[in-house]
């Protein structure tokens, strides 16, 4: 939903600007050993949840327990470690395995293109319309401001379906299929892409639905069924903890027009209005990769995420200060806005004044 | 190659692995497994020289795991360690002890450079059991596998340490040529290896050693005392390695004989970007016009200090965004033009305009 007016002047936008510098500056000057223990033990445990979760496949009776272990396995590995690796958060380390030019995920999506539709355009752009093509991905809509069509009447059809797909979805995002069928770009342009999603498709497929399910020999359907179905919890893990932070009510986006020769105060600002935070607990907070501070992660996409916590703080007292809106909520109540929104969508626009009824600015308290 | 190494070298093992590769579960259980990268385990740490006031030298043992291919006396390995357990800094160093197998033990010997992050942490303050990262041997300046029956090797300060692998090598070979041994060293307090190459001098097995000290009075390094020390010297196979002014003074020396192999460790080749357009470096915004050298040496120029390591396109230490721009790799020659991109600044030279986030 377009705020359209930016709320702060240009000295206050660049005061707010210095504000976050200045809390990027402290975090980056503190970096170290505890945070090199950290990425260090989650990768562990991933590593000893996916161990377990393929040994487990062997022992029926063990059979939900494999694929609970293997979900998480995936989930960690794509969320708070590939994520957060591949944005570079862990790069000071100088550790190759923890390298956002070297770190490859267990996801269908290859490393290198996630980086270049994530990190630089979602991130660089964040819900500027026309630029992110994060808002909806191409398939969705999720803003008044993307024209209707009777076809986003089947919006909630493919929001149900790109969840269960959803990293088939991230790995064919870069094809930028809807300005194919645009007439934007050409297919000849994707031939480099599909070589490379291609290439990492077949080994991904090849170890979570021949070798594996082979290696436990007659158990093969049950292996084969259990490692999809690992792949779907991780699927729709991602999905809903993704669209919570970014699509709930309230959060803002932003014209093309206003965005032009943008200061870094309002990258700061659109950032933080174009983003909505989950509340829960220290490990909810882990199995999100800490997406569940998308406010604090899109500030400073770089800084490694479990410091998003301790960074939240300071970010409210900012906010409350500059009378700015902390979009945050329980996951239940930003999952209900998320299906409204996408149901709303589905139809033409109504009255003006519906549209602009459902801000959920939740008062701010530290 | 042992059947466990076949079977985690495996392309099955890979698959099932994917994409994180066999080495990052196995590290897991205990770090000195590994199929594909090289790590080693540090067994000993010796103090070779210790005088007050001078950084120590020390050599460091290490066994390394069992990817390691073993080295030719005469090259490099480079090493990682992980200070205070979160940042890996890499150097070069030079391999001290003889050929070795593969999986076999070998040391390290270096100064505690004052500025040096990695020879301060592993002199000063590593311990046994510490482990650290390796690359695979590196390196042409070897002894060959056919040994010339007369030698000459010529050192200067630290540049000891390849020849003293190679005329180890030669001991344990049993090479019964005549070796010359021509060191030259600040004074007698700085020699490493002093009571080796004092019992090799007295053991009368064919290796005339000199330790040379000139600014003690000892005669400096020309031709004509080369003639008196190994007469026809230019035929004689050769191996120098020291600091770049005397390897240079070799070189005259030996005008362009065949005989002659030298190592120093070289700053990257000057100046191979193109000059012209203008090179603004954006956080501390001082621009200058592009000399065509390094990015690196260009921001130093203007006063700036941007983190470096090996200035040779080794270590990574002085990745910088190039916001912008072309800049060439001047090891490779390969240019590139990619907005917001990660380069080493000590290789890559800009070609006309470029900016950096510097």
Redesign the interface.
């Known amino acids: 939903m377009k705020t359209n007016k930016t709320t702060l002047s240009d000295e206050q936008l660049e005061k707010f600007g210095e504000e976050m510098d200045a809390i990027r500056q402290r975090i980056i000057a503190d970096?170290?050993?505890e945070?090199?223990?950290y990425i260090r033990k989650v990768?562990?445990t991933q590593?000893?949840f996916e161990?377990a979760g393929r040994a487990l496949m062997y022992l029926p009776p063990a059979w939900p327990l494999a694929v609970a272990s293997l979900s998480i396995s995936k989930i960690l590995d794509n969320m708070e470690i590939g994520h957060n690796v591949m944005h570079g958060q862990y790069d000071?380390?100088?550790?190759p395995?923890l390298n956002s030019?070297m770190y490859?995920?267990?996801n269908v999506c290859p490393s290198e293109q996630w980086k270049n539709s994530h990190n630089?355009i979602h991130h660089t752009y964040t819900n500027i319309l026309g630029k992110d093509r994060d808002i909806g991905y191409g398939i969705l809509r999720m803003d008044e401001d993307q024209k209707w069509h009777p076809y986003y009447l089947g919006n909630p059809l493919y929001a149900f379906a790109l969840m269960v797909f959803f990293e088939w979805g991230v790995a064919l995002h870069d094809l930028e299929v809807e300005n194919i069928v645009a007439g934007k770009r050409k297919v000849s342009e994707n031939a480099a892409l599909h070589a490379g999603i291609m290439r990492?498709v077949k080994?991904?497929a090849?170890?979570d639905y021949l070798?594996?399910p082979a290696l436990t020999g007659p158990l093969f359907p049950l292996t084969f069924t259990g490692n999809a179905i690992a792949n779907l919890v991780r699927n729709v893990w991602a999905f809903n903890i993704i669209f919570c932070g970014h699509f709930p009510a309230g959060v803002a986006t932003f014209s093309q027009e206003e965005c032009e020769d943008e200061s870094r105060g309002h990258w700061y600002y659109r950032q933080l209005l174009g983003s909505a935070n989950i509340t829960g607990g220290k490990l909810f907070h882990v199995m999100t990769g800490n997406l569940s501070h998308q406010i604090e992660h899109h500030l400073f996409p770089d800084l490694p995420a479990r410091r998003y916590p301790e960074i939240a703080v300071e970010v409210r007292e900012i906010c409350e200060r500059y009378g700015l809106q902390y979009n945050t909520g329980r996951l239940g109540k930003q999952l209900g806005s998320v299906a409204k929104k996408i149901c709303r969508m589905a139809l033409p626009d109504r009255k003006v004044e519906e549209r602009t009824s459902a801000p959920v600015a939740e008062p701010v308290a530290a | 190659m042992g059947l466990a190494t076949t079977v985690l070298r495996s392309k099955?093992l890979a698959?099932?692995t994917?994409?994180?590769g066999v080495d990052?579960?196995l590290e897991?259980v205990n770090p000195m497994w590994a199929a594909h990268e090289v790590r080693a385990r540090i067994v000993d740490i010796h103090r070779e020289v210790d005088v007050p006031g001078h950084p120590p030298v020390a050599t460091i043992t290490l066994q390394p795991t069992s990817t390691w291919r073993g080295h030719r006396a005469g090259q490099h390995v480079q090493l990682?360690v992980?200070v205070?357990?979160?940042?890996?800094?890499?150097r070069v160093f030079t391999i001290s002890s003889p050929d070795s197998h593969a999986g076999d033990r070998f040391t390290v010997t270096m100064r505690a450079n004052p500025d040096g992050v990695v020879s301060r942490y592993l002199v000063e303050r590593a311990r046994p059991g510490t482990m650290v990262h390796l690359s695979q041997a590196q390196g042409e300046f070897v002894l060959p596998d056919r040994v010339p029956e007369r030698i000459l090797f010529i050192s200067g300060g630290s540049g000891i340490t390849p020849v003293m692998s190679m005329l180890r090598s030669l001991q344990r070979r049993t090479h019964r040529g005549h070796v010359t041994f021509l060191h030259y060293a600040q004074s007698p307090e700085h020699q490493i290896f002093a009571d080796e190459l004092d019992e090799i001098r007295r053991s009368g097995h064919g290796i005339d050693v000199h330790l040379l000290h000139p600014e003690l009075g000892d005669p400096n390094l020309s031709p004509a005392y080369l003639e008196r020390l190994v007469p026809g010297y230019r035929d004689v196979a050769t191996w120098a390695c020291g600091p770049a002014p005397m390897i240079e003074g070799v070189q005259a020396a030996y005008a362009d004989s065949d005989a002659l192999r030298v190592e120093y460790f070289k700053p990257p080749r000057a100046a191979t970007g193109e000059a012209g357009g203008t090179v603004s470096f954006e956080r501390s915004g001082k621009s200058a016009d592009n000399t065509g050298a390094s990015l690196l040496e260009q921001a130093e120029a203007l006063g700036l200090k941007p983190e470096f390591g090996c200035r040779m396109g080794i270590c990574?230490s002085c990745v910088s965004k190039k916001t912008d721009g072309t800049v060439r790799n001047v090891l490779t020659g390969e240019e590139s033009s990619l907005p917001?991109e990660?380069v080493r600044i000590c290789v890559s030279a800009p070609v006309g305009d470029c900016s950096v986030d510097l």
């Open positions: 970096l170290g050993e945070d090199a223990a990768v562990k590593r000893q161990v000071w380390m100088g550790d395995g030019r490859e995920w267990d630089y990492k080994r991904q090849l170890k070798l594996f | 099955a698959a099932l994917s994409p994180h990052r579960y897991q990682g992980e205070d357990g979160a940042r890996r800094t890499t990574f917001d990660d």
